[in-house]
């Protein structure tokens, strides 16, 4: 999307001032301005949305799991960013059965590399898992970074759930 006061550049969060309108505040740009407590507008100035895997999917349960190159790429763009970042979010296609992850589970393993690189840590212990109605969310901690792994935030998690992560993340701040 152009946008006259920036010329030169596309911003993808511009999107989402076309977007929420129509979802009234539930798209995950809208959710996450609600988390974060900013307008939309203000989103892109004080966080950053990646996806880990750069396959198009229609809905998140089609998505593919991100190649091993991109995993290795965001974990050195994530460690760089622990400088001076808090919080990593990540959201979508998080595994739950009672483990962190397992052999097979290729979004596991990426969470959990991307995880311990924003940590800066080697290995994850279960972390604390919080359960909200039937949503759940996963706290891992280390030194003044802290990781959360939460529902997608586009898939209507309720109030109560987007309370819980907006308050984790202000603690976080």
Not at 126 to 152: M, N, P, Y
Request: hydrophobic share 40%; glycine share 6%.
């Amino acid at each position: 999307m152009r946008d006259d006061r920036w010329p030169c550049h596309r911003y993808p969060i511009r999107w989402a001032l076309l977007l929420d309108p129509v979802r009234r505040g539930r798209s995950t740009w809208g959710i996450l301005a609600n988390i974060l407590g900013v307008s939309l507008l203000e989103l892109d100035d004080c966080c950053y949305q990646v996806d880990r895997s750069a396959a198009p999917a229609s809905t998140s349960p089609e998505g593919q799991a991100p190649e091993d190159r991109r995993v290795e790429f965001l974990a050195t763009l994530l460690a760089t960013m622990r400088k001076t970042a808090r919080v990593l979010l990540i959201h979508g296609n998080v595994r739950w059965r009672g483990t962190v992850l397992t052999p097979s589970d290729r979004w596991g393993q990426a969470n959990y590399r991307l995880t311990t690189a924003f940590l800066g840590t080697d290995h994850l212990d279960e972390g604390d898992e919080l359960q909200i109605g039937r949503q759940r969310l996963r706290i891992f901690r280390s030194g003044c970074q802290t990781a959360l792994w939460t529902w997608a935030p586009g898939a209507r998690p309720n109030k109560a759930y987007i309370s819980q992560v907006k308050e984790l993340v202000s603690e976080s701040l």
